[in-house]
């Protein structure tokens, strides 16, 4: 067992680990080895660029009927440029792909209940981050604001924050029903997720806006996704 091994175990039971008796810790042990066998992408450790995000806003705001009313997209052609924070940018991904059970349980439903076979790019000002649910960590992927570059409509851009969604056909080869229905579930899990961000826009007073008409090979190549992978769609968010 390697030390980065144990290293890795033990950010995944930081908090176990804070019990103290030696028969915790052993439990805490065993937990780690379980996570680690059945759940490996929860088990990451953060490079020193990333961004480790602020804790999301998971409790109060508005109502979900309340948003349900609220929810629409944000106008192309006159939306805001105003910053959104890490904080409201941690909340929208928390509720897009977010643990909010266990290390098993998220915001979305996937089939099988696997991990998310769909990925969420941030492509923002200072460049291009791939989030990580099992942590709530951003990893840098670029340093290069690629949001002119990503879609046929001009005002794309204009939105502080682009979300880019893409395939994880590494996550989808796990199905136990095989390739049959992978795309099928992946634009499904896009719908849930998106849907998901315009409830927590709704909450948050952001604007979003769901674009579908990609520039799919700058996307690609600025994600240096593998050759299986594509993107499924981009949401303009901005304040
Ligand atoms: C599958 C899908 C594809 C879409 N593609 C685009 C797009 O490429 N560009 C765009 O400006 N809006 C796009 N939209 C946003 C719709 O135009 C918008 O949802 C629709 O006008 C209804 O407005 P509402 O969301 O405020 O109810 C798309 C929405 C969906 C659901």
């Not at 948003?67 to 924070?85: H, Y």
Request: with cysteine.
């Amino acid at each position: 067992m390697s030390f980065h091994f144990l290293i890795k175990a033990y950010y995944n039971v930081g908090v176990l680990m804070k019990m103290t008796s030696l028969r915790s810790f052993s439990v805490a042990l065993v937990l780690a080895a379980l996570v680690l066998t059945y759940c490996p992408e929860a088990v990451t450790v953060a490079a020193a660029d990333d961004v480790i995000l602020p804790p999301p806003v998971t409790e109060g705001g508005l109502g979900l009927f309340s948003a349900l009313k609220k929810r629409s997209s944000a106008a192309g052609g006159d939306f805001s440029i105003a910053e959104v924070t890490l904080e409201e940018l941690s909340t929208v991904l928390w509720a897009a792909s977010g643990l909010n059970r266990s290390q098993t349980g998220w915001t979305v439903p996937m089939a099988e209940g696997l991990e998310p076979y769909v990925r969420i790019y941030v492509a923002g000002p200072d460049g291009v981050f791939r989030y990580h649910w099992a942590d709530h960590r951003l990893e840098q992927i670029s340093e290069v604001n690629i949001k002119a570059d990503i879609a046929d409509q001009a005002f794309v851009r204009k939105a502080y924050y682009c979300l880019i969604f893409t395939s994880d056909k590494e996550v989808t080869a796990k199905l136990k029903l095989g390739q049959k229905w992978d795309d099928d579930f992946i634009q499904v899990l896009t719908g849930a997720m998106t849907q998901d961000i315009y409830l927590a826009a709704a909450a948050l007073n952001l604007g979003t806006r769901y674009i579908h008409s990609l520039k799919t090979e700058a996307i690609k190549q600025a994600l240096k996704l593998g050759p299986d992978d594509y993107p499924v769609a981009l949401m303009m968010l901005g304040k």
